[in-house]
């Protein structure tokens, strides 16, 4: 399966963007989703997920509460809704998706078996 997020872009503080993570090669809808973030000269860092029916969602601490994921089966896509940005947002976002069926730690990146290519977000002060 091939990732492909997009929606990135430049905004001020305390904006909101919506990034999109669309698949394509073959549906991904039984695949829990994440989104990940890797600023420059720093870590990827885990931001979200969300399990394969969209019941279950996972946040870092850092995001809960401004950000939103969610999926859309019907379009083999899962969004990110990310408001009340600050500077400390910016980075590349990735999403990624693991093809575990069973219990897995979202926040571990080497769970995702697919990754996406990263769309900038930046946000200024």
């Known amino acids: 399966v091939q990732l492909q997020a997009c929606g990135g872009g430049l905004v001020q503080a305390g904006g909101s963007l919506r990034l999109s993570c669309a698949a394509s090669?073959?549906?991904?809808?039984?695949?829990?989703t994440g989104w990940f973030r890797q600023a420059p000269g720093k870590e990827r860092e885990f931001v979200a997920a969300?399990?394969?029916?969209?019941?279950?969602?996972f946040y870092a601490n850092s995001v809960k509460g401004r950000f939103t994921i969610s999926r859309d089966n019907a379009k083999n896509t899962v969004y990110l809704q990310m408001n009340s940005l600050k500077p400390d947002d910016t980075a590349v976002y990735f999403c990624?998706?693991?093809?575990?069926?069973?219990?897995?730690?979202?926040?571990?990146?080497?769970?995702?078996?697919?990754w996406g290519q990263g769309t900038q977000v930046t946000v200024s002060s």
């Open positions: 090669g073959r549906t991904f809808s039984d695949n829990p």
């Open positions: 969300i399990s394969w029916t969209g019941v279950s969602t």
């Open positions: 990624a998706a693991t093809t575990k069926s069973g219990s897995y730690s979202p926040q571990i990146k080497s769970e995702y078996d697919y």
